[in-house]
Nanobody
Framework: QVQLVESGGGLVQPGGSLRLSCAPSGIISRVNAMAWYRQAPGKERELVASIANGGSTNYADSVKGRFTISFDNAKNTAYLQINSLKPEDTAVYSC??????????????WGKGALVTVSP
């Protein structure tokens, strides 16, 4: 019954900003951690940012200082604020979660992804 739904992707000019959202559907008991990955055409999937329940965060060197991951405890929703976008940021961004639903732990659990295209 659990699904991760990403939203907020689209076409943006270089230097622009987007905010991606990852909202679990269904009944969620607890979220231990969430993360954002991305995969550009012809490249391997890479970890962009992660956040633990306690609030600690990690970022890839390529996005550090431009991307910010956050988590809303009331909504069990993760966000990725992406600023100063560059063409090389173009990729499918996927949400990943470590969570509990109906007493079952899902780790990892993946969303289907949202496409971000950065082009003049």
């Amino acid at each position: 019954q659990v699904q991760l739904v990403e939203s907020g992707g689209g076409l943006v000019q270089p230097g622009g900003s987007l905010r991606l959202s990852c909202a679990p559907s269904g009944i969620i008991s607890r979220v231990n951690a969430m993360a954002w990955y991305r995969q550009a055409p012809g490249k391997e999937r890479e970890l962009v940012a992660s956040i633990a329940n306690g609030g600690s965060t990690n970022y890839a060197d390529s996005v550090k200082g431009r991307f910010t991951i956050s988590f809303d405890n009331a909504k069990n929703t993760a966000y990725l604020q992406i600023n100063s976008l560059k063409p090389e940021d173009t990729a499918v961004y996927s949400c990943n979660a470590d969570l509990y639903s109906y007493g079952v732990r899902y780790n990892p659990y993946w969303g289907k992804g949202a496409l971000v295209t950065v082009s003049p």
